[in-house]
């Protein structure tokens, strides 16, 4: 008998994506934040669903990922996880409710799992973070690494430019990545690194590394949904591929529903009572 309560549909969980790293098939990762665009995504056969931070820049329009909320994040996730039947999800731990306190990183994740029914946690950092991981994962909660452009340390960095392209920043990355598959993470982000970096540290862990601006080299790919689909006009940075122009394809609907009305061609006789 199935475990699944909504089909049969053989579920990804985080011991299949590591048999997809060992048999050499690419993940799949993309980011969602709410019921309507997570069941296309997850029907389209996505591997993984990000409920990211980046909530907070394309769905509630702050020029960072730092305020929002763990309710928020909360919100979010359990839109996502009422939606879909497949694919893993995967929660960001908002800015403030892990670092420095391995016991409110916890606390957060509990919160997360609890509320959500999400799958797993999403934190960002290396050594810094790796009490707050460990303590984490001695719950039973699967967590996701993710290094290099960490945009909740955007103050501390200045810029969203690539990270560890110097020696010494590199070096410390690859300590990172394998401290934290040493704790136990399934899977780690890179994000916004040289390929030739993010290559290395994918054939030196054997856990799944997910790029972001990292090349080919790495284990899969993520990218922010709303980005893809080319909702977003303003953000265009060289690891993007833009799948859709769906800002133009939204902007022309609406004109012609508000010419419809203005010219009273909307609604015609068939479509009243
Ligand atoms: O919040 C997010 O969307 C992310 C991805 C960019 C990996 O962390």
Redesign the pocket.
């Known amino acids: 008998m199935s475990t699944s309560k909504k089909t049969d549909i053989k579920r990804v969980t985080t011991n299949v994506l590591q048999e997809m790293k060992i048999r050499g098939e690419k993940i799949s990762?993309l980011?969602a934040y709410d019921y309507s665009l997570a069941q296309i995504v997850d029907a389209s056969g996505i591997d993984v669903i990000?409920v990211?931070?980046?909530?907070?820049n394309v769905m509630a329009g702050h020029e960072t990922?730092l305020p929002i909320t763990l309710d928020q994040m909360i919100y979010h996730a359990s839109s996502v996880v009422r939606a879909i039947q497949r694919c893993l999800v995967v929660v960001?731990l908002p800015f403030g409710t892990y670092q420095g306190n391995s016991k409110e990183a916890l606390t957060s994740s509990i919160r997360i799992m609890k509320e959500s029914g999400a799958h797993a946690v999403?934190l960002?950092g290396g050594s810094e973070i790796i009490e707050s991981v460990k303590r984490i994962l001695s719950a039973g909660i699967p967590v996701m690494g993710?290094l290099g452009l960490t945009?909740q340390s955007i103050y501390k960095f200045g810029t969203y430019v690539v990270r560890a392209k110097e020696e010494e920043e590199a070096n410390k990355l690859i300590n990172d990545a394998l401290e934290l598959e040493a704790a136990g993470c399934f899977a780690i982000?890179l994000?916004k690194i040289p390929s030739k970096l993010a290559k290395l540290v994918a054939e030196k862990i054997s856990i799944p590394v997910?790029g972001?601006g990292a090349g080919n080299g790495v284990d899969g790919q993520?990218?922010?949904l709303h980005d893809m689909l080319g909702i977003n006009k303003e953000f265009s940075p060289r690891f993007l591929r833009r799948y859709n122009d769906l800002y133009t394809s939204i902007k022309n609907s609406v004109e012609n529903y508000i010419q419809d009305v203005k010219s009273k061609d909307f609604p015609n006789s068939k479509e009243q009572y």
Not at 52 to 56: E, F, M, R, T, V
């Open positions: 990762m980011t990000l990211g931070d980046s909530a907070s990922t960001d999403k960002e993710h945009p982000v994000e997910i972001i993520v990218l922010v």
